[in-house]
């Protein structure tokens, strides 16, 4: 599989997980004191919030990685584990409830395996934790964290605070949905457009983007963790992959949308429109990013002279992919669920980012 898809020119990934095993596992005969127990000496199995309600998964069983009494035996195991596996071709780690588990295991494993695979990324999933505890997290050496904007709702101020915070120090992953969640599309009611524009928006807002498995053509059924299998492939409702391929050529061809730079929101002057300005980490190039929020109607805008410091600006719409010289007037239309971006024009002869392929 893994040299398939490197054949394809994807590198593949895969979940890290080392705060629990299954209930079943050898290990617990093996090594019964690399396991948390309670006071009657049984198995703890993990838990957590589920929405208000408290989930307990009576299949997995807790490792205790902070106080085993064989703790350095355990810790050379899990360094062992993720080197075969970037040993058989991996080349990146979705590391599971990385904030549960000691910043020290993390950077023993996340050094052994970049001194033998430098290029081999790490991301730290945090979601849900307060900005203390994902940069604690990121400390241990992670390339990525998640970012929580999926649930934002483009007015209160908590993501882009969040952003402040993580951003000088960690790049982040933005997604439309996930595993965790329900499906867009049923979100939204079947609004293709409003579906896409919040794929474009992860993209435009981070360094990094997401999306899982049948998101790209409208599947509705909820992804399990346990429980999907092949057999729970949807008949496509649409196709957006040739949309998502436009915004991620466009996400590509300005530096801007690849780091974590700064962010600031900013006054489009309509009320159904939002935007935000992005710099990259040394403040030399930065765009700007608008979204019609009306699902129903276009919207009209006319962007200020000086709204970005280039002499010469464009705007490429992510939806048809066109470019456009700024006119004059700075007059910008966006259909219902529409997004944009205002850039600099490229340099003579360079490809405008709406037509890069």
Known sequence: MLEAASRLGLSMMMDVVINHTAFDSRLIREHPTWFRRDAEGKIVHPRALDGKKRATWGDLAEVDNEHSPD????????????????????????????????????????????ARYPHVLFFAETLGCTPEQTLATAAAGFDFIFNSSKWWDLKEPWCLQQYARTSPVVPSVSFPES?????LVEELRGDRAAVFQRYAFAATFSTGVM????????FRKRLHVVETTPAHWEERRWDLTGAIAVVNRIKA???????????ERTDPGHPSLFAFRKWTRDRREEVLVILNLDRMGAARLTLRPGCLPA?????????????????????VELAPSGIAIVHPVPPEGASSPGELR
């Open 311 to 331: 002499e010469r600006l464009a705007w490429t719409d992510l939806v048809t992919a066109a470019s456009h010289p700024l006119p004059q007037a700075g007059e």
């Open 71 to 114: 703790r350095d035996a355990l810790w050379a195991y899990w360094r062992d584990v993720a080197l075969y596996y970037a040993d058989l071709g991996f080349r990146g780690f979705r590391c599971d409830a990385a904030y549960q588990v000691p910043g020290d295991l993390w950077r023993l494993l996340i050094t052994a395996v970049k």
């Open 179 to 183: 595993h965790d969640t329900p499906r």
């Open 211 to 218: 999306m899982p498995i049948g998101f790209e053509l409208g």
């Open 253 to 263: 061809a300005i530096r801007a949308l690849n780091e974590e730079g700064p962010l």
